[in-house]
Structure formats: C-alpha cells, structure tokens
C-alpha cells in the first residue's frame, strides 16, 4: 500500500514539533484554559499540562501513521451508502472511529467536568493536520464530534444558559449536557447545515423557514444539501425566521436568519427510532470519501432556537470562522503528505542517469513545496492561537473579569488585538491553505509521472480529496472578498492608522538595519500600493466625488455607494490582493520567528525568494489589467436593465 507510513506522524516531522517544543506562546494559553492552575482536577503547572499535550499528540501521531494511513486506499474505494433512509459507512470506517472513541479523542477540548480532556483548542488544530496527512475525510468526520459538542457550549454560553460556580470554578449546568455528553462517549455527532439548492455562497437566499407552532415549538421545514456528516443526530441548522425587509440589500436576507438545534432523530430505550428529519441521498463525490455528504428534508421538524432570534448569522459565523481554521490544517495535513510521496518517489526514480529529484525543475519543484508548507503552518498556528486566545479572553471577561478596573480594560485591549489578528488572518488562511494544497497535490502527480495518474502511489487521490477545500466553509472568492472587504473597511474606518502603517513600513523597507526585516516591509508596502490604488479606482464616476477629500472624509462619501457596482475593480482583484496579503503575513511571522530563532531565518528566505518576485507580479496585475473586463460588465448590465424596461 503506497501511502502506508509505519511510524508517528508527530515525530517525524520537525517543523511541526519546533511549535510545540519552541514556539507557541503556551504560558498564557494554557493560564487561561486551566484558570492560573486552579481549575478542579488541572494540571499544576506549565510542564505537566505540556507533557501531556506532547504525549497526546505523540499517541495521535502513532495511531495515525498506524491505524488510519495503512487504510487511505480503502478509505478512498468503500464509500458511504444509503439504504432505507439510514446510511451505512464500510467497516473500515467504522473501525477507525472505534478506535477514536477508545483513544477518547471526542472530549479533548471540553471541560473536564463535562467529561473531556479541557486541553486548549490549537491541540485539536494541530491533531487535525496530522490525521489528515493520513486522510482527510476522517478528520472532516472525525471535527463533526467535539467540534460540535465545543459549539453546543459555546452557543449556551452565549446565549446566558450555562451557569458557572465560580468558586469551584466549574460548569454548574449547561442546556445541551446530555448531548454533549453523548458526542463525547461517541455516540453521536453533530454537523452544520447551511447549503440549500439555492443558497451556496449567497447565504441570505436562504429559504428554509422556522416557525413556532399553536404549542411554541419551534417548527422547521426546507431542504440541506451537501452536508457533511449530515446523517448526525444533533444538526445546527440556520433558518428564516424573519422576513427580508429590504429586497434591493444583498445582504438584508441575513438578519432575518435564527438558529436551530434539530435532531434528526431520537431511540427510545428499546432501541425504537423516531424520526425527525429524512436523509434523502449521498452525494457521490470526486474525493473525500470517507464522509458522508448528505441532503436533509426537513418537514415541520422540531427544533430549539439558539440565542434570541435573527441572530442566527452571528452564531453561524461563531462556527465557521473556527471551521475556517480547521480548512487550513487539513490542507497542510494533504499537502505534507504530497511533498513527502513525491519525496521519497523522486529520490529513487531513475531518469537520464540520476535521481529525478537532482534533476533542476524538480527540485525546485520539492524545494518550493516544502517552502510554502512551511509558511502555511506559520500561518496556521498563528491564526489559531489568537482566534483561541480571543474566545477564552471574551469568556474570562464575561465570568470573571478582574476586578480592578485599569486590568480589566487591559484585558478587554488584549481581546481586542487577539481578534482583530484572527480576524485578518483566517479568510488568508483559508484561502491560501486551499490553494497550495491544490497546486502541491498536482505538483507530487506530476512528480510521479505515469505513476502519479494512476492510483498505485496514492497521489491522485490526494488532489481528488484536496479539491473540496476552496469550496468548503466559504469558497476560496467569498474567503477573498471577505478579506478585501475587511481591508477596504478597514481603512475608511481609520484612515489615518493606514497612513501611518504605510508610512512605517515604508520607512523599515529603506531604513531597517536587518535585510530581512527590509525585504518583509516591501511586501507589506507593495499590499498598501495596492489597497491605495483600489481605493483611488474605485468605479470612474463615484472616485470622482473622492478627490481633493482627505482620507477622513471618505467614510462619509462612501455611505452612497452601491457595493455591487462600486466596488467592482477591487472584487476583480479581490484573490490577487488576497494572495500578496497571504504572502506578506507569512513573511511577517517567520521574520518574527527568525528573531526569537535564529536557524529559522532560512525558512524566511526560502519563503522571500518565491514572495518577491510574486508581489511584483501580482501588483502589476492589479494596476493594470481589469479595465476591459469591467467595461464589458458595465455595458451588458446596462443592455439588460434597458431590454428590462422596455418588456
Ligand atoms: C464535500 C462537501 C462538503 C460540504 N459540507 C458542507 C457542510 O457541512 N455544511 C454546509 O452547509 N455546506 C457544506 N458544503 C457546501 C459548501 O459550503 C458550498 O458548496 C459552498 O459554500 C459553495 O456554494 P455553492 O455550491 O452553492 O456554489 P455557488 O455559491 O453557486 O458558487 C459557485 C461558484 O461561484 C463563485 N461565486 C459565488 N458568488 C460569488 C461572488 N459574489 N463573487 C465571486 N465568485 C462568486 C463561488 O466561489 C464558486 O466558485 C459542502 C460541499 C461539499 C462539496
């Protein structure tokens, strides 16, 4: 079996150990998750929960390499199937997952009074990246338990129904226990349905509709589609509840949308099963096929609001932004396992009298693989950590906020800085982990030659499987548009902290006694050139009303704008920008690296070699190719709103 890895899919990779052993900024993290080390059955200190998580990632690294590995072909041949309205997996599957439970993975980022292992959620990210250098259907699956227990308490702390005894710091009761507590015996999952046949991406075109009956339940009914572990008991499912005031708002349709806890079905203790929802058919897919990937009807099914309604597009984004980062670990996860194939196939294929990986375009290929999984992991891990720190500080804030006031709000800055990094870097993250895992897969086929086409060496199936990650969670142009948006917001928000970051990066990229850090600044100012030259260009007649007005004033101008017509240069741009921006954070944070350690300069300038060139290339398309597309958009809009007219 070619993609079979005896060994430990933790050790043997020394990028990922340099975050655990060096890096990760751990003594905050795990302060906050073990409440300063006076939480009920916690660790002591620093050094043991530390011991712990490396002996957990140890044991995952080995039952991966071991236990899920061996089977990836397996996996990949025996699908799901539905039968009788229920969905049976292969038992290869099922075995996998048995064992999973007997690891007692489901709980591993729970509360330990809740039965789980209260180990912090960047663990998990980084368990996921090594399961899905085996497969990553399994992880996908495998997310839908403890994830979705996570989101059940986070939901209902959000929402106020978990009380704390804060004297014991613990959980004194919280509305989904006994769910969570199934999820975490193994007994049940949960899954997110979001996607209807006619609301993808275009999430306020959704059309499943909640009501409250005679009695007050809440009553939901419409169709899910592409849902993965959708044959879950526990569905989080987004429905309209209220109705789209606005019809010409793109994006009025969102605040009518609530959020549901629906289970798809419930055993009495004879083992009798109710019904609540039907599963209607599995999709059959290119990859990724050891998940299901279900459509759902729902037909007046019983369901509990979560939050107060129309506030369903908070929740939902609550979940995604932390599935947003588990995208990005799973592409690292295929990637890995594609550069390693392509590897150990290349230092052993003979060609032209050496090794094919001596052979100069494959090198560079496997050299620059290498460097972009290592700058991705950069990124990683950093997202993960501030998305983590922010919810744990929000939590601490709302529970147990100090009591001096001058450290409280020092606490509520700190939140604040967490989030606004998080928040930038996950749509990059997402993005770009997508991609690259794309374009590696592809890469190690290629490297594979003949053999990389057909199935024997497993690399085919690796860009099968990969394919779905620019579409999952928001594709790769919703992640690309987000990010621009935030960007361009950004600055009208406060144009002045544009300025001045301009003006010091400028300043670092002339001035800055390290190369490096000078190299890095370039890129950062080549992002703001770009966001400038955006800004300056946006629609011909609207930029109009912007010149000679000082940045201060252009938030005000830009309250008359149509963001469908007036912003149409800078989402023709949106992925170009997105990928110099993805470039310049990766580079920010090995520079970072490179200062607290030394050796891992190299990384930085393998990663600067290929950025350079690329934010010359990118920003030269972005100043000056889009024109005549637009034109050509323009004019067909207008005959059509003239043809409109007249019929
Ligand atoms: C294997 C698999 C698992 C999935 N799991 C889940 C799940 O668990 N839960 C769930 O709710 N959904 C799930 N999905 C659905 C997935 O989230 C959607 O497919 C995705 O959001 C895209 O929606 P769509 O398919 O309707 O494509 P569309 O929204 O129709 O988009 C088609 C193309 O147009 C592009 N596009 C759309 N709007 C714009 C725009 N404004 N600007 C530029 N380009 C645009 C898109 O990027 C895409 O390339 C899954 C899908 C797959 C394939």
Same mark, same amino acid.
């Given at each position: 079996? =070619?993609?079979?890895?005896?060994?430990?899919?933790?050790?043997? *990779?020394?990028?990922?150990?340099?975050?655990?052993?060096?890096?990760?900024?751990?003594?905050?993290?795990?302060?906050?998750?073990?409440?300063?080390?006076?939480?009920?059955?916690?660790?002591?200190?620093?050094?043991?929960?530390?011991?712990?998580?490396?002996?957990?990632?140890?044991?995952?690294?080995?039952?991966?390499?071991?236990?899920?590995?061996?089977?990836?072909?397996?996996?990949?041949?025996? @699908?799901?199937?539905?039968?009788?309205?229920?969905?049976?997996?292969?038992?290869?599957?099922?075995?996998?997952?048995?064992?999973?439970?007997?690891?007692?993975?489901?709980?591993?980022?729970?509360?330990?009074?809740?039965?789980?292992?209260?180990?912090?959620?960047?663990?998990?990210?980084?368990?996921?990246?090594?399961?899905?250098?085996?497969?990553?259907?399994?992880?996908?699956?495998?997310?839908?338990?403890?994830?979705?227990?996570?989101?059940?308490?986070?939901?209902?702390?959000?929402?106020?129904?978990?009380?704390?005894?804060?004297? *014991?710091?613990? %959980?004194?009761?919280? &509305?989904?226990?006994?769910?969570?507590?199934?999820?975490? =015996?193994?007994?049940?999952?949960?899954?997110?349905?979001?996607?209807?046949?006619?609301?993808?991406?275009?999430?306020?075109?959704?059309?499943?509709?909640?009501?409250?009956?005679?009695?007050?339940?809440?009553?939901?009914?419409?169709?899910?589609?592409?849902?993965?572990?959708? @044959?879950?008991?526990?569905?989080?499912? %987004?429905?309209?509840?209220?109705?789209?005031?606005?019809?010409?708002?793109?994006?009025?349709?969102?605040?009518?949308?609530?959020?549901?806890?629906?289970?798809?079905?419930?055993?009495?203790?004879?083992?009798? &099963?109710?019904?609540?929802?039907?599963?209607?058919?599995?999709?059959?897919?290119?990859? #990724?096929?050891?998940?299901?990937?279900?459509?759902?009807?729902?037909?007046?099914?019983?369901?509990?609001?979560?939050?107060?309604?129309?506030?369903?597009?908070?929740?939902?984004?609550?979940?995604?932004?932390?599935?947003?980062?588990?995208?990005?670990?799973?592409?690292?996860?295929?990637?890995?396992?594609?550069?390693?194939?392509?590897?150990?196939?290349?230092?052993?294929?003979?060609?032209?009298?050496?090794?094919?990986?001596? #052979?100069?375009?494959?090198?560079?290929?496997?050299?620059?693989?290498?460097?972009?999984?290592?700058?991705?992991?950069?990124?990683?891990?950093?997202?993960?950590? @501030?998305?983590?720190?922010?919810?744990?500080?929000?939590?601490?804030?709302?529970?147990?906020?100090?009591?001096?006031?001058?450290?409280?709000?020092?606490?509520?800055?700190?939140?604040?800085? @967490?989030?606004?990094?998080?928040?930038?870097?996950?749509?990059?993250?997402?993005?770009?982990?997508?991609?690259? =895992?794309?374009?590696?897969?592809?890469?190690?086929?290629?490297?594979?030659?003949?053999?990389?086409?057909?199935?024997?060496?497993?690399?085919?199936?690796?860009?099968?499987?990969?394919?779905?990650?620019? %579409?999952?969670?928001?594709?790769?142009?919703?992640?690309?548009?987000?990010?621009?948006?935030?960007?361009?917001?950004?600055?009208?928000? *406060?144009?002045?902290? !544009?300025?001045?970051?301009?003006?010091?990066?400028?300043?670092?990229?002339?001035?800055?006694?390290?190369?490096?850090? &000078?190299?890095?600044?370039?890129?950062?100012?080549?992002?703001?050139? =770009?966001?400038?030259?955006?800004?300056?260009?946006?629609?011909?007649?609207?930029?109009?009303?912007?010149?000679?007005?000082? !940045?201060?004033?252009?938030?005000?101008?830009?309250?008359?704008?149509?963001?469908?017509?007036?912003?149409?240069?800078?989402?023709?741009?949106?992925?170009?920008?997105?990928?110099?921006?993805?470039?310049?954070?990766?580079?920010?944070?090995?520079?970072?690296?490179?200062?607290?350690?030394?050796?891992?300069?190299?990384?930085?300038?393998?990663?600067?070699?290929?950025?350079?060139?690329?934010?010359?290339?990118?920003?030269?398309?972005?100043?000056?190719?889009?024109?005549?597309?637009?034109?050509?958009?323009?004019?067909?809009?207008?005959?059509?709103?003239?043809?409109?007219?007249?019929?």
């Amino acid at each position: 079996m =070619a993609n079979f890895r005896s060994g430990n899919f933790y050790t043997d *990779n020394e990028d990922l150990k340099f975050y655990v052993d060096k890096y990760i900024d751990w003594e905050p993290l795990v302060e906050l998750t073990e409440f300063d080390y006076k939480a009920p059955d916690g660790f002591k200190d620093l050094d043991e929960a530390l011991d712990v998580y490396r002996s957990i990632l140890e044991m995952v690294g080995e039952f991966t390499a071991n236990e899920i590995a061996p089977h990836a072909k397996k996996l990949d041949e025996e @699908h799901p199937h539905l039968k009788d309205g229920i969905v049976h997996f292969p038992d290869v599957t099922d075995t996998i997952f048995e064992k999973i439970n007997d690891l007692e993975l489901h709980g591993l980022c729970l509360p330990r009074g809740l039965g789980g292992m209260n180990c912090p959620f960047v663990l998990f990210m980084l368990l996921n990246e090594i399961m899905a250098r085996a497969d990553v259907s399994i992880t996908a699956h495998n997310g839908f338990h403890g994830g979705m227990a996570m989101a059940m308490l986070l939901f209902s702390i959000m929402e106020g129904s978990t009380e704390f005894d804060l004297d *014991n710091l613990e %959980i004194k009761k919280t &509305r989904f226990e006994d769910a969570i507590q199934e999820i975490i =015996a193994g007994k049940a999952w949960g899954s997110m349905d979001i996607t209807e046949p006619g609301a993808g991406s275009d999430m306020a075109a959704m059309s499943t509709k909640a009501v409250k009956d005679k009695d007050g339940i809440w009553r939901v009914s419409g169709q899910k589609i592409f849902i993965t572990s959708g @044959h879950a008991k526990y569905h989080f499912v %987004i429905a309209r509840t209220e109705k789209q005031e606005d019809t010409a708002d793109a994006f009025a349709g969102l605040k009518g949308l609530s959020m549901f806890l629906v289970k798809a079905f419930e055993d009495d203790e004879n083992g009798n &099963r109710t019904h609540y929802a039907t599963f209607d058919s599995l999709e059959d897919k290119l990859g #990724h096929h050891g998940s299901a990937t279900v459509s759902i009807g729902y037909d007046e099914s019983p369901a509990e609001l979560i939050g107060k309604r129309g506030e369903g597009f908070k929740y939902m984004l609550m979940l995604m932004n932390n599935a947003r980062v588990g995208v990005g670990f799973e592409s690292i996860g295929i990637a890995e396992n594609a550069l390693r194939l392509a590897k150990e196939y290349a230092a052993e294929r003979f060609s032209m009298g050496k090794t094919i990986d001596k #052979h100069e375009m494959i090198a560079d290929y496997l050299d620059e693989m290498q460097t972009d999984i290592q700058g991705l992991r950069a990124l990683a891990v950093k997202s993960s950590y @501030h998305e983590e720190m922010t919810q744990k500080l929000n939590l601490m804030l709302m529970f147990m906020p100090p009591a001096d006031e001058k450290e409280r709000k020092a606490m509520e800055r700190e939140m604040k800085q @967490h989030q606004m990094t998080s928040r930038m870097l996950t749509p990059l993250l997402k993005y770009q982990g997508a991609e690259k =895992a794309i374009e590696i897969s592809r890469r190690s086929i290629q490297i594979h030659g003949g053999y990389g086409y057909s199935t024997e060496f497993g690399a085919e199936k690796l860009l099968r499987d990969a394919m779905v990650l620019p %579409i999952y969670e928001g594709t790769s142009q919703i992640q690309s548009l987000m990010a621009m948006k935030d960007n361009l917001m950004g600055i009208l928000k *406060n144009p002045k902290d !544009f300025v001045a970051s301009n003006a010091r990066a400028l300043w670092l990229s002339r001035s800055s006694k390290s190369r490096n850090e &000078r190299r890095v600044a370039t890129l950062r100012v080549r992002c703001g050139r =770009a966001l400038q030259f955006l800004m300056t260009r946006l629609a011909g007649k609207k930029a109009k009303e912007l010149r000679g007005q000082p !940045f201060s004033k252009w938030s005000t101008i830009f309250q008359n704008w149509n963001p469908k017509r007036d912003f149409a240069l800078a989402m023709l741009h949106a992925e170009r920008l997105t990928r110099m921006l993805a470039d310049a954070a990766i580079c920010e944070e090995l520079l970072r690296q490179s200062e607290q350690f030394p050796e891992r300069a190299e990384v930085l300038e393998r990663y600067l070699e290929r950025a350079e060139p690329r934010s010359k290339f990118l920003i030269s398309e972005i100043t000056k190719t889009g024109g005549r597309l637009l034109e050509t958009l323009e004019e067909e809009e207008e005959e059509e709103a003239t043809e409109q007219k007249a019929s």
